[in-house]
C-alpha cells in the first residue's frame, strides 16, 4: 500500500485501476476473515463495481497500491464471477459499520460504560503481507434515539480494544443502517434491489426496514418473486399492508399471487380500500393475460382535456417512461374501469398540437385494443406490431380497465430467474475470467 494506514470508508467509490492504467471500476466494500475470538480480522479483498452495476470479488494479493484517488491492481486479468459471501465473511462497510459496541481502553475511561458507534475501520498491513483491521473509529452516543446516535466526538481505538464485533456478537439484531443508507441514496430502485440481494438476511430486512413506504416498494418490485415473498413475511402483516398500499397494484396483484389464499386475503383486509380495490380486480385475472399483465393506474383523460393539461400530466414523475407514452381519452369516469372508451393520444402528438386544443380532436381511435384474456403470446405480438410499447386493455363493454406495457411482457417473457443469471466470461472491458471460484480457492 502508498500509505501504511488507511480506513474503509474513505475507499469506497475510488477507481479501481488495472496496472496499465486502465479503469475497471470501483471499490464499493471490503471483504473481511471476522473471528469468534477478538484476533484482528484479515482483509480477504476488495468488492468492486463495475460499469455493469455487477460486483466482484478481487482478492488483496492483487491489489497493488492504495492511493488517495485511487486503488490499482498488479493485474487486469481476474474473475468475473460474481460476488457472494462466505462462511466466515463479511462486508466491513455494509456489516460493521453503524454496530453498536463498548470500548475498554484505560486511556478513554469515559467510554467505559456506554455504549459507541463504529463510523470507520482502520485497515494496515502486516509483515506476513497480510491486511488486517487494526483500529476502530467510534463515535460517542450524545443522544438517544434514531437519528441522534452519530454526534458525539470520535475517538480510534485498538481492534482488541472493542466489545461487540465477534461474528456471533454482530449476529444480534438492531444493528444501525445509517452509513448503507447513505451509499443507496440516489440510487435506482433496480441497483439497490440487486444489492439488497447481496447482503445477509440480517442486513437486508434491517435496511429494508429502515426505507420509507415508497422507496422499498420501488425497490421491492424490482425483486425476484421469491425474495419478495421472503421480505414481506419478515417484514410483519402491518408494515406489509402499507408496503403493498405502497406498490403498483400490477405489482402488488403479482406479489400476492404467490402467497397462499388465505395470507393474501388477511393482507388485502389490511389494507386501505381505496388500494386493495384494483387489486383485488387485478386478481380477478389469469396471470399470462393481458388482464393479469395490465397495470389499473394508466394516464386516462377527458375529451375536454387541454393538450397543456395533458403534457403536465405526463410530466409526472410517479409515471413510467412506458406509461407516459400514450394517454387514453374515456367518458367519466376517469378511474379504471372508465366510461365509454373513445381512444388514445400519443405523446408526440401532443408536442405537435397547440397547448390550447383539447385532446377529443386529436384522438387515436384506429389502434387496435386488447382484451383482457388476451394471451401473452397474443400482447407480445401486439407491442411487435404496432411498434408501441404501452396498450389500452378494454373490456366487452368498452370500458378502459388498464393498460399493458412492454416491460410487464418482458418480466414475463424471460426466464423466472432472470434477475438472478448472470454472464461470468467477461464484462465491458473484455478482462476474461481465470477461475470458477471468485478468486477465492
Not at 374501469?337 to 383539447?358: D, K
Amino acid at each position: 500500500m502508498a500509505a501504511t494506514r488507511v480506513f474503509a470508508a474513505r475507499l469506497a467509490g475510488l477507481v479501481v485501476l488495472g496496472p496499465d492504467g486502465e479503469s475497471i471500476g470501483r471499490v464499493r466494500d471490503l471483504v473481511i476473515s471476522i473471528r469468534y475470538d477478538r484476533q484482528q480480522p484479515r482483509i480477504l479483498g476488495i468488492l468492486v463495481e463495475l460499469p455493469t452495476r455487477k460486483r466482484i470479488f478481487v482478492p488483496m494479493l492483487r491489489v497493488q497500491t492504495v492511493d488517495p484517488g485511487a486503488v490499482t491492481l498488479t493485474t487486469g486479468t481476474i474473475s468475473m464471477r460474481r460476488f457472494e459471501l462466505r462462511p466466515g465473511e463479511m462486508l466491513a462497510i455494509a456489516q460493521l459499520l453503524d454496530s453498536t459496541v463498548r470500548v475498554d481502553d484505560p486511556e478513554l475511561p469515559q467510554l467505559a460504560e456506554t455504549d459507541v458507534v463504529v463510523v470507520d475501520l482502520g485497515i494496515e498491513q502486516t509483515r506476513t503481507r497480510d491486511y488486517v483491521v487494526s483500529r476502530v473509529a467510534v463515535r460517542e452516543r450524545r443522544r438517544l434515539g434514531v437519528g441522534f446516535g452519530r454526534r458525539g466526538a470520535v475517538h480510534v481505538v485498538d481492534w482488541a480494544q472493542v466489545r461487540g464485533l465477534t461474528q456471533t456478537e454482530l449476529n444480534l439484531p438492531g444493528q444501525d443502517v445509517t452509513q448503507l443508507l447513505a451509499q443507496f441514496e440516489g440510487m435506482r430502485p433496480a441497483d439497490v434491489a440487486h444489492l439488497l440481494r447481496e447482503l445477509p438476511s440480517k442486513r437486508r430486512i434491517e435496511v429494508a426496514s429502515a426505507f420509507d413506504d415508497d422507496r422499498l416498494a420501488d425497490v421491492v418490485q424490482e425483486l425476484p418473486e421469491n425474495d419478495q415473498v421472503e421480505l414481506l413475511e419478515q417484514l410483519g402483516v402491518e408494515r406489509a399492508a402499507d408496503l403493498l398500499e405502497a406498490m403498483d397494484p400490477d405489482d402488488a396483484a403479482d406479489l400476492l399471487g404467490e402467497l397462499p389464499e388465505g395470507e393474501a386475503e388477511s393482507l388485502l383486509a389490511l389494507m386501505d380500500p381505496e388500494d386493495s380495490e384494483p387489486v383485488r380486480r387485478l386478481l380477478e385475472h389469469a396471470p399470462y393475460t393481458a388482464g393479469g399483465l395490465m397495470t389499473s393506474k394508466p394516464l386516462v383523460l377527458t375529451p375536454a382535456t387541454t393538450v397543456a393539461e395533458a403534457l403536465a400530466r405526463i410530466r409526472d414523475p410517479e409515471l413510467t417512461p412506458a406509461l407516459a407514452t400514450m394517454a387514453f381519452v374515456v367518458r367519466p369516469p376517469t378511474a379504471t374501469p372508465t366510461g365509454r372508451y373513445l381512444g388514445c393520444v400519443h405523446f408526440q402528438r401532443l408536442l405537435r398540437e397547440p397547448p390550447a386544443n383539447m385532446v377529443g380532436g386529436i384522438v387515436d381511435d384506429d389502434l387496435v385494443l386488447l382484451r383482457p384474456e388476451a394471451p401473452l403470446t397474443a400482447v407480445t405480438r401486439y407491442f411487435a406490431t404496432y411498434n408501441l410499447v404501452c396498450g389500452p386493455v378494454v373490456d366487452a363493454e368498452n370500458h378502459l380497465l388498464g393498460a399493458v406495457t412492454v416491460d410487464d411482457v418482458l418480466d414475463h417473457l424471460l426466464p423466472e430467474d432472470w434477475r438472478e443469471q448472470d454472464d461470468h466470461t467477461h464484462d465491458l472491458h473484455g478482462i476474461p475470467l481465470i477461475d470458477g471460484t471468485g478468486g477465492r480457492a
